[in-house]
């Protein structure tokens, strides 16, 4: 009888450790999710998902948002005008396009239109591809060519028109530009044998010297100069209502810019390579080492005036901006300027 009770306890000592070991393990896990539920939920539309943006990508990797208190939601809208429909629909919360679109929207007459309050890039990331090597490259070699060129009032059409204005040259006339093809086929249709020359995003323009179907012959980066070509933007009313999330959000945004400029261009790449996970490493690395060396991320977030003066001046030389929209009411450098610090 004494060996049956002692077994009893022994039994129900082990049931007791047992229990409380899977009420411990529970508990853990309750409070993993509560952490986890305490994370603001932020949905961000991006117009493309490209190397160009590689901030961005190195903040969702290095876990900056998380570390912010964000649970970030990334959806590619494959286009400027889906990206605006989306955040103005509250299908996003933030957008992430070219800056031109918030005039548009402003100057079509919407009251709670998007406010740009992070600019990424300070450079145009597209470059023009010839089908031979051109060592010395001029753009009079354009004229009388046949160009696959972007959507009329896009960032990148309007950019290539401006530089070759900038070298005398009339984008109507003196040469042809072919706008009638997608956005992110136009590589496609070079390789097919359209076009003499094309303007071309990465990993597209390193995709076709690979091939040998494409030489980059000149950066549109560097020959436009600084123009604010893309940015991150909120309804006004969103920014108003929270913004502890804008704050939090360029915080962590920060922190990417902060690492592309500490950081080789293999680092960058070793990184951002779970967002690209069809392309090799190497060819990731060249295409931020071609990036970085037209300085193409801003040391800060910050939108400044005269990049935004800039960026009308190339709206009305394009023909697309009929009245100059206040700086005041489409930028907002508070969270930018306090990131910075």
Same mark, same amino acid.
């Given at each position: 009888?004494?060996?049956?009770?002692?077994?009893?306890?022994?039994?129900?000592?082990?049931?007791?450790?047992?229990?409380?070991?899977?009420?411990?393990?529970?508990?853990?896990?309750?409070?993993?999710?509560?952490?986890?539920?305490?994370?603001?939920?932020?949905? #961000?539309?991006?117009?493309?998902?490209?190397?160009? *943006?590689?901030? #961005?990508?190195?903040?969702?990797?290095?876990?900056?948002?998380?570390?912010?208190?964000?649970?970030?939601?990334?959806?590619?809208?494959?286009?400027?005008?889906?990206?605006?429909?989306? #955040?103005?629909?509250?299908?996003?919360?933030?957008?992430?396009?070219?800056?031109?679109?918030?005039?548009?929207?402003?100057?079509?007459?919407?009251?709670?239109?998007?406010?740009?309050?992070?600019?990424?890039?300070?450079?145009?990331?597209?470059?023009?591809?010839?089908?031979?090597?051109?060592?010395?490259?001029?753009?009079?070699?354009?004229?009388?060519?046949?160009?696959?060129?972007?959507?009329?009032?896009?960032?990148?059409?309007?950019?290539?028109?401006?530089?070759?204005?900038?070298?005398?040259?009339?984008?109507?006339?003196?040469?042809?530009?072919? !706008?009638?093809?997608?956005?992110?086929?136009?590589?496609?249709?070079?390789?097919?044998? !359209?076009?003499?020359?094309?303007?071309?995003?990465?990993?597209?323009?390193?995709?076709?010297?690979?091939?040998?179907?494409?030489?980059?012959?000149?950066?549109?980066?560097?020959?436009?100069?600084?123009?604010?070509?893309?940015?991150?933007?909120?309804?006004?009313? *969103?920014?108003?209502?929270?913004?502890?999330?804008?704050?939090?959000?360029?915080?962590?945004?920060?922190?990417?810019?902060?690492?592309?400029?500490?950081?080789?261009?293999?680092?960058?790449?070793?990184?951002?390579?779970? !967002?690209?996970?069809?392309?090799?490493?190497?060819?990731?690395?060249?295409?931020?080492?071609?990036?970085?060396?037209?300085?193409?991320?801003?040391?800060?977030?910050?939108?400044?005036?005269?990049?935004?003066?800039?960026?009308?001046?190339?709206?009305?030389?394009?023909?697309?901006?009929?009245?100059?929209?206040?700086?005041?009411?489409?930028?907002?450098?508070?969270?930018?300027?306090?990131?910075?610090?």
């Amino acid at each position: 009888m004494k060996i049956m009770k002692k077994k009893l306890l022994s039994l129900f000592l082990t049931t007791l450790c047992v229990v409380s070991l899977l009420v411990g393990c529970g508990g853990g896990e309750d409070k993993e999710e509560s952490s986890a539920s305490k994370k603001t939920p932020v949905t #961000l539309n991006e117009v493309a998902h490209s190397i160009f *943006y590689a901030p #961005l990508y190195v903040a969702i990797e290095e876990g900056y948002f998380a570390d912010e208190g964000i649970d970030l939601t990334l959806i590619t809208g494959f286009g400027a005008d889906k990206t605006m429909t989306a #955040l103005l629909t509250g299908e996003a919360d933030i957008g992430f396009m070219g800056s031109e679109s918030t005039i548009y929207t402003y100057a079509g007459g919407s009251t709670d239109y998007a406010v740009n309050f992070a600019q990424l890039t300070q450079r145009a990331g597209n470059f023009l591809v010839a089908r031979e090597p051109i060592e010395n490259f001029d753009w009079d070699m354009l004229i009388g060519k046949n160009v696959l060129g972007g959507r009329a009032g896009g960032m990148p059409e309007m950019v290539f028109e401006y530089i070759l204005k900038k070298n005398n040259i009339d984008p109507a006339s003196d040469l042809s530009i072919d !706008q009638s093809i997608d956005f992110g086929s136009t590589a496609a249709a070079f390789s097919g044998g !359209q076009g003499d020359f094309t303007v071309e995003f990465e990993p597209h323009a390193t995709s076709l010297e690979a091939k040998d179907d494409g030489y980059v012959v000149a950066s549109l980066g560097e020959d436009s100069g600084y123009v604010p070509y893309t940015a991150f933007s909120a309804k006004k009313s *969103y920014i108003e209502a929270n913004p502890e999330i804008i704050q939090a959000f360029t915080d962590a945004l920060q922190k990417g810019m902060d690492y592309v400029q500490n950081h080789s261009a293999s680092e960058i790449a070793a990184v951002i390579q779970p !967002q690209f996970e069809g392309t090799e490493l190497d060819t990731i690395t060249t295409i931020v080492e071609r990036y970085a060396a037209q300085d193409t991320w801003k040391a800060d977030l910050i939108f400044e005036e005269k990049s935004f003066t800039l960026l009308q001046n190339i709206l009305e030389e394009a023909g697309e901006l009929e009245n100059r929209v206040p700086y005041a009411d489409l930028v907002d450098t508070t969270f930018a300027t306090k990131a910075a610090k």
